[in-house]
């Protein structure tokens, strides 16, 4: 039997830097709220399975309304370095308008492994977000609440929503054509290019 030589595997330069460099303006993007607001501060220590002292998670509070601003995780043997960032953003009304997180894997720091921009839209009494990565590659979509007196809940992943918007372009059908949906998501971004780099 002859063996098949496996592909290498190339390291995406690009994304590497957006993603690395996506942390780095997230983590601007935290010091700027901070000095924005009064702050209250609560701290852990936290880990994994074999590894129960792995990050020191700082979370820190807007001291007037009780709101979570950020969180971050420090890897405890090289404390300048950060193992997960969030930064959550509110609109006028208290209400979260978008939400920020990259986090790395415990020992491999070449690129954070996740990163996610969550944006939310709310009308009458349903909630809806849209989640991105720092790449700006739309991966889920979520809404809940009521709508005409009935229960909402969509939860579409990428998959899903590829195949929804087939359906939607090919036979305007399906449920991207529901008047839930549009009720959801019609005046959402479709990109999440107006929030990065993190705002």
Same mark, same amino acid.
Request: proline fraction near 5%; hydrophobic fraction near 30%.
């Given at each position: 039997?002859?063996?098949?030589a496996?592909?290498?595997i ?11 460099h996506f942390t780095?303006?997230l ?6 709220? %901070?000095a924005e607001?009064?702050?209250r501060?609560?701290?852990e ?5 074999g590894?129960?002292?792995f990050y ?11 709101? %979570?601003?950020s969180m971050i995780?420090?890897e405890?043997?090289q404390?300048?370095?950060i ?12 209400? %979260?308008?978008?939400d920020? @997180? @990259?986090?790395?894997?415990?020992d ?22 849209? @989640? ?5 590659? %739309? ?5 809940e609440?009521?709508?005409?007196d ?7 992943d990428?998959?899903e929503l590829?195949?929804a ?6 036979r ?7 008047p ?5 998501f019609?005046?959402?971004p ?10």
């Open positions: 039997m002859i063996g098949l496996a592909e290498p190339i390291e995406d330069r690009g994304h590497v830097y957006r993603w690395n780095d303006d983590y601007e993007l935290h010091k700027a709220q %901070l607001h009064n702050v501060t609560e701290a220590v936290g880990g994994y399975a590894r129960g002292d020191k998670e700082e979370r820190f509070y807007d001291l007037d309304n009780g709101r %979570l601003l995780q420090w405890l043997t404390p300048e370095k193992h997960s960032i969030e930064v959550y953003r509110y609109d006028d009304q208290g209400r %979260l308008s978008r920020y @997180s @990259s986090t790395y894997l415990p491999y720091r070449n690129a954070p492994t996740q990163t996610l921009i969550f944006v939310h839209r709310y009308n009458d009494d349903l909630h809806a977000y849209r @989640s991105f990565d720092a790449s700006g590659e %739309l991966l889920s979509e979520r809404c609440g009521e709508y005409g009935e229960p909402v809940f969509i939860n579409l990428i998959d590829d195949a918007m087939i359906e939607r372009f090919q305007q059908s399906g449920p991207l054509t529901e839930v949906y549009l009720r959801c019609q005046d959402m479709e990109t999440a290019e107006a929030f990065l780099p993190p705002n």
